[in-house]
């Protein structure tokens, strides 16, 4: 049996894409005869209180793995839009994972280790030369590209330093894991190597988180926002919007968290069409989203966006509500090659809602794309299937 580690900074019972992802290829891979253990940190994110609810801890089968799930305690706890705070919370994880690394005896066959953040990426480059073994790196954000896009940081020299370091871990990676497909040209350009290095194996779902389609609903349409409200997200344009939902009579709801969520909250305060929900588990999420007749993302108009797929585009597919993507590049490419919503790169609130009243009086439409969601899901975002070019690279 191969023993594989795992390295993450987010793992269950977090909420996020982040830790969902790391999850399932844990899970998956224990179910594919591997002998996993994962070194990760206590959740703490976006709120380590939410954690103190047994409701977060729903996955029994991992509740009793006490020997394969190693978890770090972290005193600096600040989400922010601070670099600073966010740089000091990365290094004390990281140099608390290095210790946990330095004092493991055992021996593995694979190290996993996803980026960002980049520090957890060297956490697993020492772990590789510690154990002697292969490297295999999951790239899930382009980073110190997405510094520079959301915003906060903006000294050449250390973004340079830092790009360095990134290319350095790609050439040492053994093999290269990306979850969209915008990233693979960057990184090949970046640290020239071929294409053979790198796998693709986007979020996604397992068959079993698939919700039944909602028919026809009554009573007045419902949009929902569910996710990060972080540096990424263009939450001001959320904000625009709302004022003309209402005035449609459109309800808006939004389970959100981040470190733009007060900020969006007090902003739209007075509107009576909003519900605001705090995080949720993944199962009492998909049952509010399923609830809806359409799902808003939106992204900052910033090159490095251009490359990502958002994870509420994958939870809005499971649920079978189609899509309004304020969003460019792949994933705007995605929602309109694949007919499972509208997507466009326009920021003008009124030409955004005219897009979303013609979707709203079309209920044919709305049939078609959420059966094309599903299919999609089940097709190439299903995680049974997908974990399955991971596991063939670590058999071969």
């Not at 053994?174 to 990184?187: A, P, R």
């Given at each position: ?15 996020g894409s982040h ?31 939410i954690y103190q ?125 990306i979850n969209s ?216």
């Amino acid at each position: 049996m191969k023993r594989v580690l795992i390295i993450s900074q987010h793992f269950y019972p977090e909420i996020g894409s982040h830790a969902n992802r790391i999850k399932n290829i844990y899970m998956l891979l224990k179910r594919e005869n591997f002998d996993v253990t994962i070194f990760t940190s206590e959740p703490s994110y976006p709120n380590k209180n939410i954690y103190q609810k047994s409701d977060f801890w729903d996955e029994d089968s991992l509740n009793s793995e006490d020997n394969n799930i190693h978890r770090i305690s972290i005193n600096n706890r600040k989400y922010s839009n601070s670099i600073m705070n966010r740089l000091f919370y990365y290094l004390e994880i990281a140099l608390k994972l290095i210790l946990l690394i330095i004092k493991d005896k055992n021996k593995y066959d694979f190290v996993f280790a996803t980026s960002p953040p980049i520090f957890t990426g060297f956490v697993g480059l020492f772990a590789k030369y510690k154990y002697r073994t292969k490297l295999i790196m999951d790239i899930r954000d382009l980073w110190p590209e997405s510094l520079k896009g959301v915003g906060v940081f903006s000294n050449g020299f250390i973004l340079n330093f830092f790009g360095l370091l990134e290319k350095m871990l790609y050439k040492k990676s053994d093999k290269i894991v990306i979850n969209s497909l915008g990233f693979q040209e960057y990184i090949q350009k970046k640290a020239g190597i071929t294409e053979t290095k790198i796998v693709f194996i986007p979020n996604g779902s397992v068959k079993e988180e698939l919700t039944t389609i909602k028919k026809e609903r009554l009573g007045p349409r419902k949009i929902i926002y569910a996710g990060n409200l972080g540096l990424a997200q263009n939450t001001e344009l959320i904000n625009q919007l709302v004022p003309l939902f209402e005035a449609q009579g459109i309800e808006l709801t939004i389970i959100g968290y981040g470190v733009h969520k007060n900020h969006l909250i007090n902003s739209v305060k007075n509107h009576k069409n909003v519900t605001i929900i705090n995080p949720l588990t993944k199962k009492e999420c998909f049952k509010i989203i399923s609830e809806h007749d359409l799902g808003l993302v939106t992204l900052k108009d910033e090159e490095v966006f251009k490359t990502v797929l958002p994870g509420k585009i994958i939870d809005y597919m499971t649920c079978g509500v189609p899509i309004v993507g304020i969003v460019d590049g792949y994933a705007k490419e995605l929602i309109n090659n694949e007919g499972i919503g509208i997507a466009i790169h326009e920021n003008d609130p009124q030409l955004i809602l005219s897009s979303i009243m013609r979707l709203l009086n079309d209920e044919q439409r709305r049939k078609e794309m959420q059966i094309k969601e599903q299919q999609l899901i089940l097709e190439k975002f299903n995680w049974e299937i997908n974990i399955g070019k991971l596991v063939e690279y670590m058999q071969s």
